[in-house]
């Protein structure tokens, strides 16, 4: 039986982050993905899934060498957020702190980073790739794991990541429990050209039902995510392209772009819930991303969390670690602790923000006006931005 430091079941952007920072701590690596081919090439259609990925991030991508990976051509810097109400004149912007930083982060396809990160993987000898399959049984006793694959093929590893999203089948098999929120709306995703608007600058608007996210990819293109109430998607999704550019343009009413929208691309909708695994290992297999836990897309949080995930994981784990029980133990609650308590405040600010900005409640209305023209001009911005890069 071929034995890996590491297996990692999942190959979406933090599996395959994490195989990186794994292979450059010097593991050896087994990667895992069920799906066959997931990936974007230089000519391929763009992918409607796109993640606004923070700078301290970014800078994180170049230290694994994901970066240089990417297609620079499909890949836009953004340095300011402006962010309203539609129902008030509260509003509140972000501006790179240019003595540090050159943008507040990328916009970039999800599947252009997943790409970027095997085209890394490429060059380490450590590393194994296996896809069109999955993990089917797995033994998380004593020092090691033992998987067996899909298609009857067995290995063993020091440890295991489970990144294989939110419906992680490896979660179930160690017995970790979640508990789900459903924020009863649809994440609608699409590209849209908008005229005339300012360079570098995302939008955020939030209205009745739900904010809407404008993501500039450059050359007049944005990504949008259109969080809708479940009762309402279904037209969002079937209604005619003018009627669809009519409800962007009155979602980000109440603001200078004033935009002229062009329809660019189908449309598709998430589903949108919180998630929280209940602990973050079981012996030796580790969640990391979505498998341990999912937030509401208004600030853009997901893989940033995963992967400040892995960047903390990979500060915690080295072959001499794997082969200590009783510092790996003692790592890996070290893992947990820090992560459950960064993801919590991540999460529960967006489902404030989410419960405050949704409906048009008389009391709810007046606070966040003044609480959203108070945080514009006090230190609690700095907390904001901050949150954009864990
Ligand atoms: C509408 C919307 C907009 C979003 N916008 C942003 C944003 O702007 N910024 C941001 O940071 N986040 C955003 N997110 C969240 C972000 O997409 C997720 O946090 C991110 O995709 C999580 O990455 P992951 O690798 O953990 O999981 P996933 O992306 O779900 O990847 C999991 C991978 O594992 C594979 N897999 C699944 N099961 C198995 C198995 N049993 N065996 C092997 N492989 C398996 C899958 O094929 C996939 O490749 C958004 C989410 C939504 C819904």
Redesign the pocket.
């Known amino acids: 039986m071929k034995k890996f430091d590491l297996i990692i ?9 994490s195989a990186v920072a794994a292979c450059q701590s010097g593991l050896s690596v087994l990667l ?4 066959k081919s ?1 990936f974007l090439t230089e000519n391929s259609d763009m992918d409607l ?6 700078w301290q991030n970014i800078e994180y991508l170049k230290k694994l060498g994901i970066f240089q990976n990417l297609y620079s051509n499909r890949i836009a810097p953004y340095s300011h957020m402006q962010v309203w109400d539609t129902r008030s004149q509260a509003h509140i912007n972000f501006d790179a702190d240019f003595s540090s930083q050159s943008c507040l982060g990328y ?1 970039l396809e ?1 599947n252009n980073l ?1 790409q970027a990160a095997w085209k890394s993987l490429d060059s380490y000898p450590t590393c194994e790739i296996i896809t069109g ?3 089917d049984s797995l033994e998380n006793t004593g020092s090691q794991v033992r998987v067996q694959l899909t298609d009857g093929h067995e290995f063993k590893s020091r440890a295991l990541i ?9 979660r179930e098999f160690v017995n970790i429990k979640t508990t789900e929120n459903d924020y009863h709306q ?4 699409a590209y849209l050209s908008i005229k005339d608007a300012p360079e570098f600058t995302a939008f955020q608007a939030f209205n009745e039902g739900g904010p809407i ?1 404008v ?1 500039p990819m450059g050359d007049n293109l944005f ?1 949008i ?1 259109w ?1 809708l109430p479940k009762d309402k998607v279904d037209y969002w999704l079937s209604c005619d392209e003018q009627t669809f550019e009519q409800g962007i343009v009155n979602a980000l009413s109440n603001h200078e772009i004033a935009p002229k929208v062009t329809l660019k691309s189908a449309r598709v ?4 819930t919180q998630l929280y695994a209940e602990r973050y290992f079981n012996n030796r297999v580790v969640l ?8 509401h ?1 208004l ?9 400040g995930d892995v960047q903390l994981l990979f500060e915690l784990l080295d072959s001499s670690v794997l082969k200590d029980d009783l510092l790996l133990h003692k790592n890996l609650r070290k893992y947990q602790r820090r992560r459950i308590s960064q993801v919590k405040e991540t999460s529960e600010m967006m489902s404030f923000l989410h419960h405050m900005f949704k409906d048009d409640n008389h009391i709810k209305k007046p606070l966040r006006s003044l609480g959203m023209n108070l945080i514009n001009q006090s230190p609690l911005k700095k907390w904001f931005m901050a949150q954009a890069g864990s």
């Open positions: 079941s999942g190959g979406g952007m933090v599996g395959s982050i895992i993905e069920s799906n997931p899934r796109v993640s606004a990925v923070s916009l999800n997943v399959h999955s993990i489970s990144a294989e999203g939110r419906k992680s089948k490896v649809f994440g609608l995703v996210g993501l990504s995510v969080s909708a998430f589903p949108l990391c991303g979505d498998s341990a836990h999912g937030v897309p600030a853009g949080q997901g893989v940033n969390l995963g992967i």
